[in-house]
């Protein structure tokens, strides 16, 4: 998640600028907020992340879009997030807000409050976040290939990649969840072969956590894939799939490697 939080962080920089001038120009300390600024940076963050991803798409064939079940959950959230606020908004202003100075609720205010935190929701959950998914995703795939090319005499190449939660923070509710396990394969042979693995997956303590059997993969020759199994989550996007989940970090494991030519 490293590449993740260090997007998130660097897209959060305007955000962050808008909310420490606004503050100031609330108390009186500005005389207005640097608007152009915010936008310039926008601009270039969003710019930026567009290279990069067009990049990985021509170096790795990632879509730039994500799956359209992941697009609808990120509006949604965006949407309910924001009709929350406006919905407390609206309330307050009809049955107390006419009481109330402006120094303490500001209808207008509270509107553009809610605009600017739907769209730094949206830049985080359609930019931020899946260019640091994709470049996550990609330095795996270049460990996977760096660690397969010494290893040839073998028929095919299991490697786990990463373990890892799917968290940004180690609070106490990212403790409790589980780990995200990445199994890359690597055909060695020169024909194409459906090919299903048997992974034993162990901890530190070298305790088995859980046995499970990958799909029955069809690879080609010198073909790197994501190893997949019952757990991998056929409609997200590739940067966003694993090969199953534990509920402690995968350190240690044993394969079994089945395989046949591919009927004709």
């Given at each position: 998640?490293?590449?993740?939080?260090?997007?998130?962080?660097?897209?959060?920089?305007?955000?962050?600028?808008?909310?420490?001038?606004?503050?100031?120009?609330?108390?009186?300390?500005?005389?207005?907020?640097?608007?152009?600024?915010?936008?310039?940076?926008?601009?270039?963050?969003?710019?930026?992340?567009?290279?990069?991803?067009?990049?990985?798409?021509?170096?790795?064939?990632?879509?730039?879009?994500?799956?359209?079940?992941?697009?609808?959950?990120?509006?949604?959230?965006?949407?309910?997030?924001?009709?929350?606020i406006l919905i407390i908004n609206l309330f307050i202003t009809k049955?107390?807000?006419?009481?109330?100075?402006?120094?303490?609720?500001?209808?207008?205010?509270?509107?553009?409050?809610?605009?600017?935190?739907?769209?730094?929701?949206?830049?985080?959950?359609?930019?931020?976040?899946?260019?640091?998914?994709?470049?996550?995703?990609?330095?795996?795939?270049?460990?996977?290939?760096?660690?397969?090319?010494?290893?040839?005499?073998?028929?095919?190449?299991?490697?786990?990649?990463?373990?890892?939660?799917?968290?940004?923070?180690?609070?106490?509710?990212?403790?409790?969840?589980?780990?995200?396990?990445?199994?890359?394969?690597?055909?060695?042979?020169?024909?194409?072969?459906?090919?299903?693995?048997?992974?034993?997956?162990?901890?530190?303590?070298?305790?088995?956590?859980?046995?499970?059997?990958?799909?029955?993969?069809?690879?080609?020759?010198?073909?790197?894939?994501?190893?997949?199994?019952?757990?991998?989550?056929?409609?997200?996007?590739?940067?966003?799939?694993?090969?199953?989940?534990?509920?402690?970090?995968?350190?240690?494991?044993?394969?079994?490697?089945?395989?046949?030519?591919?009927?004709?």
């Amino acid at each position: 998640m490293l590449f993740v939080m260090m997007t998130i962080l660097i897209f959060s920089i305007p955000g962050i600028l808008l909310l420490w001038t606004a503050i100031d120009f609330k108390l009186g300390k500005k005389d207005k907020i640097p608007w152009k600024l915010i936008v310039i940076l926008l601009i270039v963050l969003t710019s930026a992340s567009v290279l990069i991803q067009i990049y990985l798409l021509q170096a790795y064939s990632f879509p730039i879009f994500q799956t359209n079940i992941e697009t609808i959950i990120g509006i949604s959230i965006v949407g309910f997030l924001a009709g929350i606020i406006l919905i407390i908004n609206l309330f307050i202003t009809k049955t107390m807000g006419k009481k109330l100075p402006k120094s303490v609720h500001d209808p207008k205010t509270v509107n553009v409050f809610t605009l600017c935190i739907a769209i730094f929701l949206f830049i985080i959950l359609f930019i931020a976040a899946p260019t640091g998914k994709k470049i996550a995703y990609a330095t795996s795939i270049h460990q996977a290939m760096a660690a397969t090319e010494d290893v040839a005499e073998e028929e095919f190449s299991v490697l786990l990649v990463t373990s890892e939660r799917e968290c940004l923070r180690q609070t106490t509710s990212c403790r409790n969840s589980a780990y995200s396990n990445q199994f890359f394969i690597k055909s060695n042979i020169n024909k194409t072969q459906e090919v299903q693995v048997k992974i034993r997956a162990l901890n530190s303590s070298n305790q088995e956590m859980k046995v499970i059997d990958s799909k029955i993969m069809t690879l080609e020759p010198n073909e790197l894939r994501l190893l997949e199994t019952e757990e991998t989550n056929e409609e997200a996007s590739v940067w966003n799939k694993y090969s199953f989940q534990t509920n402690h970090r995968v350190s240690h494991y044993e394969q079994m490697i089945r395989y046949r030519d591919v009927d004709e």
